[in-house]
């Protein structure tokens, strides 16, 4: 779509950045009858369906299958298979660019702008965007700033010159035999598994001594015991990486300890990301920006100027794609809905890491349960296991993947303040869960749902000792002790 002459349009809503917490804003606002416009000069769609959470997901799977091909021979099946990267680059990018189509498709569809360009902030009520054709000023009642963010690499001798980001794994044409992965949050632990589960030789290098060092002891300590029978090296407290240097084709890196990895033809860099401000001239636009070069955002989305707000990767609260999207929404009902009071919730959102075996996690960990509540005032429930899906494999048992699990609660009704499993399938099971944590439920409401069985998920709703919890329910119509939860003959009609 063309971008406007100067000072033509006037817009209700100016979105700056076409990912995905921009363009539910945007497609929100508009469905109020607002007039909206979104600047952006890549890809539409953002980090999550150009370089992360969508293309990264297609790499699991096919990780994830050739897990299924090593463990086939136990339930009787026989053959060989072979993987082409190339193949399944080429499916996964059209199918990304498929992804992209849709977004533009869908903001027509809506009625909203899109200008490409390389947004600004001007004076008060004023954009100015960057377009091939030169620099045009757009007029905005409200301004949201969207861009998201983008991977930094750490200084030192030839690392930015030989190293790829995240955004470079998804560029690479063929599976690196050797790949060293530098860093220790969930980026770095989900492409070492998937480089390691299709074939590569990897080392993950980590500046302390274990990955995903926030979340939950029991999730840390687990995976990292997985990543090394899965064949992964773990080089710890190394301090980070110092340089790298190449040689004939192949890579060394010598870390700050003085730890070296040889002959290596990838190396990953996942220690960070930025968010993307620098273009926006939030300093002479007066927007208030914390230690690290976040946007300071109110409870409402709002900046420290007025009519101008931000959400998302730029933000630093709670950086998942639906999180964006559901504070984008709720500042649109707010904006154009007549809900005053709109605004999102960032409290026990549920996340899935996909490492392999996969996490899920809503809540505190044990450790901040404490910190928080005090220890006396905190009760866990664990528990580890063997999914049946080895129950056919002739291994001993202390060689068969566990599943973990750990429920923390607080106070004498035991709420349940914390929800951690990694194990198969763990990223399928969280979801339902969090809605029970959102309304406040106890240990008593997780024993009052009967198990599906045979399932993983159904050790959450047995975790022992079952039902000898206080009987006291976070529901405001209790489901224990086979209360009748449906509603009372004449409550639908309003009697």
């Excluded at 632990?189 to 001594?209: F, P, Q, Y």
Aim: glycine share 12%; aromatic share 6%; with cysteine.
């Amino acid at each position: 779509m063309s971008s406007p002459s100067p000072s033509s349009e006037t817009y209700d809503l100016l979105v700056v950045g076409g990912g995905s917490g921009g363009i539910a804003t945007a497609r929100r606002a508009a469905q109020y009858g607002a007039k909206v416009a979104v600047v952006e000069r890549g890809r539409m769609g953002g980090t999550c369906v150009n370089v992360g959470c969508v293309p990264k997901k297609v790499m699991w799977n096919a990780a994830a299958i050739m897990e299924v091909l090593h463990d086939m021979k136990n339930f009787g099946f026989t053959g060989d298979a072979t993987f082409d990267w190339s193949f399944l680059k080429e499916r996964r990018d059209a199918y990304v660019k498929r992804l992209n189509g849709i977004y533009d498709t869908n903001l027509k569809n809506s009625a909203v702008t899109k200008i490409e360009g390389l947004a600004r902030l001007g004076s008060p009520g004023k954009v100015t965007v960057a377009t091939q054709e030169g620099e045009v000023e757009i007029n905005a009642k409200n301004v949201l700033l969207a861009p998201g963010g983008y991977p930094i690499f750490p200084p030192g001798e030839g690392i930015a010159e030989h190293a790829i980001s995240s955004d470079g794994f998804f560029e690479l044409p063929n599976l690196p035999k050797k790949s060293v992965v530098v860093g220790a949050g969930y980026i770095a632990v989900e492409l070492a598994g998937v480089l390691k589960t299709l074939g590569s030789d990897v080392t993950l290098v980590l500046r302390k001594d274990k990955a995903l060092r926030e979340f939950d002891d029991l999730l840390r300590d687990t995976l990292d015991s997985e990543m090394l029978r899965q064949g992964i090296s773990i080089l710890r407290n190394t301090g980070g990486v110092s340089k790298i240097t190449e040689s004939n084709g192949l890579k060394t890196v010598t870390c700050e300890d003085g730890q070296v990895v040889e002959d290596v033809d990838c190396i990953l860099m996942a220690t960070g990301r930025a968010p993307l401000t620098e273009p926006l001239g939030l300093k002479e636009a007066g927007v208030e920006q914390g230690p690290k070069g976040h946007v300071v955002v109110d409870e409402y989305s709002e900046t420290s100027q007025k009519g101008i707000f931000a959400l998302g990767d730029v933000c630093g609260n709670v950086e998942l794609t639906p999180m964006a999207i559901a504070a984008g929404r709720r500042l649109a009902d707010r904006l154009f809905g007549d809900v005053p009071n709109a605004k999102v919730s960032y409290d026990m959102v549920p996340t899935v890491v996909f490492s392999h075996p996969p996490i899920g996690t809503i809540g505190l960990t044990e450790a901040q349960a404490k910190e928080q509540y005090g220890e006396d005032n905190v009760k866990v429930y664990r528990s580890k296991f063997a999914n049946l899906w080895y129950g056919v494999f002739d291994i001993p048992f202390d060689e068969k993947p566990p599943t973990a699990m750990k429920m923390v609660t607080v106070g004498d009704n035991e709420q349940v303040v914390g929800l951690h499993v990694i194990g198969i399938a763990a990223d399928e099971m969280m979801q339902g869960f969090g809605v029970a944590m959102k309304m406040g439920a106890t240990k008593a409401d997780f024993d009052s749902s009967i198990a599906i069985h045979p399932t993983a998920s159904e050790e959450f709703v047995t975790l022992a000792p079952w039902g000898l919890s206080p009987q006291q329910s976070g529901a405001k119509v209790s489901p224990l002790n086979g209360a009748d939860v449906q509603p009372k003959a004449g409550v639908a009609a309003g009697k």
